[in-house]
C-alpha cells in the first residue's frame, strides 16, 4: 500500500460527507476526470494552505499540493467515503510534507533520526506571557490576525511548526500527529507544549492584555 495515502498512516475510513462529493468521488473513480477536476478545484486552497502553513514557502507547498493531488488520483479507490474526503486529503499531503523534508534532509528530519526526544525541562524561558483566550482556529477565522498567526508560524522551527499545525489547527489527534510525523506521543505532546509557549509570547503584544503581562521573575498580581 502506497505510503502518501491515509491509509499507511492508521487512519479510520473516512467519509465523503455529502452526497455531491461522494458523487464526484464515484465518477472519478470510473474514470470522469472532469470530475477529478472539480475536486481539485474544491480543495486545492485548502491543501496548499495547509502545505504553505507547515514548510513555509511558496514553491514546497505548490509541490506537495500537486503530489497531494496525483497521490489522490492514483490510490482513489483506497478512499472508503466513510469520512469527509478533506481529511483524507489533508493525511496525504501530511505525508508529502514529511517525505519531502526527508528528501531535503531538512531539520526536522534530521531531528527526528537523532536528537533525544524533547522533555519538559526543555521548555523554553519565555520573556513575557500574556492572557490570550482565542484558540489558533478562531484566530484564523479573522482575516486580520490570520495573518499575524501565519507570520509567527513561520518563525517556528520546523519541528515544532508541524505538530503545532497538524495538532491544534487541522485538529489531529494526538496519536494521528505521533503516526504522521513518526513522533511518539510523548515527543508530540511535549513539542506542542513549546510551540503553544513561542507562539503565545511572539503574539502577547497583538492578543494579550498588556495590564496582565506576567514576567517568570516578576509574577503579576
Given amino acids: 500500500m502506497d505510503s502518501r495515502t491515509g491509509e499507511t498512516l492508521g487512519a479510520k475510513p473516512i467519509a465523503a460527507g455529502s452526497d455531491e462529493v461522494a458523487d464526484l468521488v464515484a465518477r472519478a473513480r470510473s474514470g470522469d476526470f472532469e470530475a477529478f477536476q472539480e475536486i481539485v478545484l474544491r480543495y486545492q486552497s485548502r491543501i496548499y494552505t495547509f502545505a504553505r502553513r507547515l514548510l513555509g514557502n511558496d514553491a514546497d507547498a505548490e509541490d506537495v499540493t500537486q503530489e497531494t493531488f496525483l497521490a489522490l488520483l492514483e490510490h482513489l479507490d483506497q ?36 536528537e533525544e526526544e524533547d522533555s519538559i525541562s ?52 494526538t496519536e494521528q ?30 492578543f494579550g492584555d498588556p495590564d496582565q503581562r506576567v514576567s517568570p521573575d516578576h509574577p503579576h498580581t
Fill in 79 to 114: 478512499y472508503r467515503g466513510e469520512g469527509p474526503l478533506l481529511s483524507w486529503l489533508l493525511r496525504i499531503a501530511a505525508n508529502e510534507v514529511h517525505r519531502l523534508w526527508r528528501r531535503q534532509n531538512r531539520q526536522v528530519a534530521q531531528a527526528d533520526a537523532t
Fill in 177 to 206: 500527529t505521533a503516526e504522521m510525523l513518526g513522533l511518539s506521543v510523548a515527543n508530540v505532546k511535549v513539542r506542542l507544549l513549546r510551540a503553544r509557549l513561542m507562539l503565545r509570547e511572539k503574539l502577547t503584544r497583538y
Fill in 122 to 173: 526543555q521548555l523554553p524561558r519565555p520573556e513575557f506571557i500574556a492572557p490570550w483566550r482565542d484558540d489558533p482556529q478562531q484566530l484564523l477565522l479573522r482575516r486580520e490576525t490570520a495573518t499575524l498567526l501565519d507570520q509567527a508560524l513561520a518563525e517556528l522551527p520546523e519541528k515544532y511548526r508541524a505538530v503545532f499545525v497538524l495538532r491544534d489547527i487541522e485538529g489531529f489527534s
